[in-house]
């Protein structure tokens, strides 16, 4: 069985691009979950996907926004990118949600300059 | 909102010896993961757990759900142990996304 996929790996913008990040889950996995990581926050939830709905969002600004389409993948878009947005973007795969076990991707790896 | 507390945010050791970290949390929760977190970013899933214990290989998570604390235990801890450990519960309520303790460092000296 195919683990959770993310693409980009590496990804080098400049302030006030966009930029776009895919998750593939694990097939029949139908939640989606963000992450941010950063030295200084540690590991900070964005928004969590389920059947192409967003169920719940974490504490960050509007210019963070994802969706997910029909067959589970899920894009996260980041808009008007800043310094600090520099950081891991993790995407974990589950059934149903966090009450079930969580597979997570390898991450991408945003430097905004 | 869950608050998630781990302890110790860093821990070395010498290879063999048996090792302990410890999470607390706020909120009372469906379920409690602890990952694993190597150089390079890729976190893999431990345990979940929702009461009681599990065991897999070395690797021992207990919860105490009336307490609202979860430990991880390595027995006989081998240098290849050597990784971030970090306790996450979901936010509220359980169908929202999880909260994460700081980490725990680990180092096993040969």
């Known amino acids: 069985k195919a683990g959770v996929t993310q693409t980009p790996r590496y990804l080098i913008k400049t302030r006030g691009q966009q930029v776009t990040l895919s998750c593939s889950p694990i097939?029949?996995?139908?939640?989606v979950s963000w992450y941010q990581q950063t030295p200084g926050q540690g590991l900070q939830f964005l928004f969590e996907?389920?059947?192409?709905?967003?169920?719940n969002k974490g504490n960050f600004p509007g210019r963070f926004s994802g969706r997910q389409f029909s067959n589970s993948r899920s894009e996260m878009n980041v808009s008007t990118l800043e310094l600090g947005d520099s950081a891991l973007y993790l995407c974990?795969?589950?059934?149903?949600?966090?009450?079930?076990?969580?597979?997570f991707g390898p991450g991408t790896r945003l430097t905004v300059t | 909102k869950n608050e998630v507390e781990q302890s110790p945010q860093n821990l070395t050791a010498q290879e063999g010896e048996f090792i302990t970290i410890n999470c607390s949390y706020s909120?009372?929760?469906?379920?409690l993961h602890w990952l694993q977190q190597h150089p390079g970013g890729g976190i893999v899933s431990l345990f979940m757990?929702?009461?009681g214990k599990k065991k897999h290989g070395r690797l021992i998570a207990t919860i105490n759900i009336q307490e609202k604390h979860s430990s991880l235990h390595i027995t006989a801890s081998h240098p290849r142990d050597s990784a971030v450990y970090i306790c996450?519960?979901?936010?509220?309520?359980?169908?929202?996304?999880?909260?994460f303790g700081k980490g725990t460092h680990l180092i096993i000296q040969p």
């Open positions: 909120v009372g929760i469906s379920a």
């Open positions: 996907y389920f059947s192409e709905t967003q169920r």
């Open positions: 996450a519960v979901p936010q509220g309520g359980g169908a929202d996304g999880l909260t």
């Open positions: 974990a795969s589950s059934l149903v949600g966090v009450s079930y076990e969580q597979y």
């Open positions: 757990l929702s009461s």
């Open positions: 097939s029949g996995h139908r939640s």
